[in-house]
């Protein structure tokens, strides 16, 4: 039974040369990574205010810098999932593709994906909070290894923490910019994997829509955007995204 259905759809697939994506936590649920929020999620035990703030890290730097070792030791044994890989084939086949997501877990580019714009950082960089100076996955963990009180440090004492962007704090200028440049200019939309909770990520989908693209959404719950979108498809990016390539291929006259 085929996904797309809608005309105006089957329309804007065939001639469009321009797509944009939008994943959030919930593109690698099915690589075995929390998400946020929802029953199980890691905001229902941990205080986003102690653990993805800087007043939190502050307050107690070791225990957050704990906390993203151990999301980072589940991160590195997971795998991309036929999610991640449906979006990497889209990439292949739109001349204009952005892929904006608020994931630190780089799965997006283990599954092959080029143009990812890293909204709130990334979990494998780490930098000195005095000086800037950046550390590699292997420079921070023998710094790391070597801490006695498992607090980081750079050669110019100055307090190292993971490169991600935590609640208060702004989005990389960069990064923005060109999610701003790819919801304003794009024919479609897709959101997978994101509850909408958190701006600015969740203002992007908004810009596409005021300025006529056509909107999906993947989730298998409700999300905050949903009642905006064109059309939800209510699954698992998992399972309705390699279907949603095929047809997009086949729409496109792409065989194989
Ligand atoms: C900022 C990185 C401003 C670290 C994260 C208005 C405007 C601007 C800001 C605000 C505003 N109002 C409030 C704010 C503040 C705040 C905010 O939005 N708060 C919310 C909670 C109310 N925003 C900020 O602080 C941002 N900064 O705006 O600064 C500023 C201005 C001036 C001066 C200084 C600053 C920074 C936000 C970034 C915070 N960092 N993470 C880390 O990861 O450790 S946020 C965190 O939430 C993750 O990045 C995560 O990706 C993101 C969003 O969550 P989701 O990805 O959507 O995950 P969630 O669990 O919520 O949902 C998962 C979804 O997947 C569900 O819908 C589920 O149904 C679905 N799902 C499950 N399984 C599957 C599935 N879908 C498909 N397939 C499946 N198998
Ligand atoms: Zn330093």
Redesign the pocket.
Same mark, same amino acid.
């Given at each position: 039974m085929s996904l797309i259905k809608d005309s105006r759809l089957k329309k804007i697939i065939k001639n469009t040369g321009f797509v944009t994506v939008l994943?959030?936590?919930?593109?690698s649920?099915?690589s075995g990574i929390?998400?946020?929020? =929802?029953d199980n999620?890691?905001?229902s035990k941990f205080s986003?205010d102690e653990?993805?703030s800087f007043e939190g890290f502050y307050k107690n730097p070791a225990r957050v810098m704990e906390w993203?070792e151990y *999301?980072r030791n589940v991160i590195l044994k997971a795998k991309p999932?036929p999610?991640h890989f449906a979006i990497a084939e889209i990439e292949k086949y739109v001349q204009n593709f952005y892929l904006i997501?608020?994931?630190?877990d780089r799965l997006h580019q283990k599954a092959g994906s080029r143009n990812v714009i890293e909204?709130?950082?990334n979990?494998m960089e780490n930098y000195c909070i005095k000086c800037g100076k950046m550390f590699s996955l292997e420079e921070f963990e023998k710094i790391y290894n070597e801490s006695s009180d498992r607090i980081p440090k750079c050669e110019c004492k100055g307090l190292i923490r993971?490169n991600?962007?935590?609640?208060?704090?702004?989005?990389p200028e960069d990064a923005v910019e060109k999610a701003y440049y790819a919801s304003v200019n794009c024919d479609l939309f897709i959101i997978?994997?994101?509850?909408?909770?958190? *701006?600015?990520?969740?203002?992007f989908p908004r810009y596409a829509k005021y300025n006529g693209a056509y909107i999906i959404e993947?989730?298998?719950?409700?999300?905050f955007l949903t009642d905006f979108v064109d059309l939800w498809f209510e =699954?698992?990016?998992?399972?309705?995204l390699p279907e949603f390539v095929e047809e997009f291929k086949n729409l496109k006259g792409i065989n194989g």
């Open positions: 994943t959030g936590s919930g593109i649920a099915e929390h998400t946020f929020r =929802g999620g890691l905001w986003p653990l993805a993203y *999301r999932n999610g997501t608020q994931n630190i909204l709130h950082g979990i993971p991600v962007v935590w609640f208060g704090e702004q989005l997978v994997g994101t509850s909408g909770a958190v *701006r600015p990520a969740s203002d993947v989730n298998p719950c409700r999300s =699954g698992k990016a998992g399972e309705i």
